[in-house]
């Protein structure tokens, strides 16, 4: 069973900076799609950026050249540093997880049909 706890969230400043972690445990799958997912009220969750096994990284068109994501193997941590956020950036923002060869157009598009969820971090945005 895979288990995804977040942390991180909070308040800030449109212009400013906040980073999210994710420790995962209990997989050992060599293949998988890991990610941050995020869902305002009264909005659908949607992929705000994604990695898969093979290396590969994918980030939607909203958060491109601010958003950054990352993993540190070692510790089995997903980090999401996010900058230059806006207000529009407020939303319950999640770690999911897909196991098997997924990827990542799919992951990050296909929210609803992954298996794996953490329990959210809220990100507040203040204009």
């Known amino acids: 069973q895979v288990q995804l706890v977040e942390s991180g969230g909070g308040s800030v400043q449109a212009g400013g900076s906040l980073s999210l972690s994710c420790a995962a445990s209990?997989?050992?799958?060599?293949?998988?799609?890991i990610g941050w997912f995020r869902q305002a009220p009264g909005k659908k969750r949607e992929g705000v950026a994604v990695?898969?096994?093979?290396?590969?990284?994918k980030y939607a068109d909203s958060v491109k050249g601010r958003f950054t994501i990352s993993q540190d193997n070692a510790k089995n941590t997903l980090s999401l540093q996010m900058n230059n956020v806006k207000p529009e950036d407020t939303a319950m923002y999640y770690c999911a997880a897909e196991l098997g060869p997924v990827r990542v157009s799919w992951c990050l598009a296909n929210a609803r049909d992954i298996d794996y969820w953490g329990q959210g971090t809220q990100v507040t945005i203040s204009s």
């Open positions: 209990g997989h050992s799958h060599s293949s998988f799609c």
């Open positions: 990695l898969n096994s093979d290396g590969q990284i």
